[in-house]
């Protein structure tokens, strides 16, 4: 059964950086795209950025330019590099892997 644990959220002035990490659990993290959405009050969950097992990303025109994904498959972890943050970007912010497994989420905030 596989468990996805985001970390690294928190309360971030608008310029700053965070990274979010979600370390996965279950067995076979090596195999499956992974991906970040997040989920703003009142709107839709969108897609932030996803990654293959190879490396290969993709990002939302939103981000790019300041999001970087990453992926460290000896540790089973998934990463989200996020600079130069503006206050559009807060959000809970949920991991996913494969079609349909989800972290629980990390609230980012951005403000002054």
């Known amino acids: 059964q596989v468990q996805l644990v985001e970390s690294g959220g928190g309360l971030v002035q608008p310029g700053g950086s965070l990274r979010l990490s979600c370390a996965a659990s279950g067995g076979g993290f090596g195999i499956y795209v992974m991906a970040w959405y997040r989920q703003a009050p009142g709107k839709q969950r969108e897609l932030v950025a996803g990654?293959?097992?190879?490396?290969?990303?993709n990002y939302a025109d939103s981000v790019k330019g300041r999001f970087t994904i990453s992926r460290d498959n000896t540790k089973n972890i998934l990463y989200l590099q996020m600079n130069s943050l503006k206050s559009e970007d807060t959000a809970v912010y949920y991991c996913k892997r494969g079609k349909s497994s989800w972290g629980q989420g990390t609230q980012v905030t951005v403000s002054s």
């Open positions: 990654i293959t097992y190879s490396g290969n990303t």
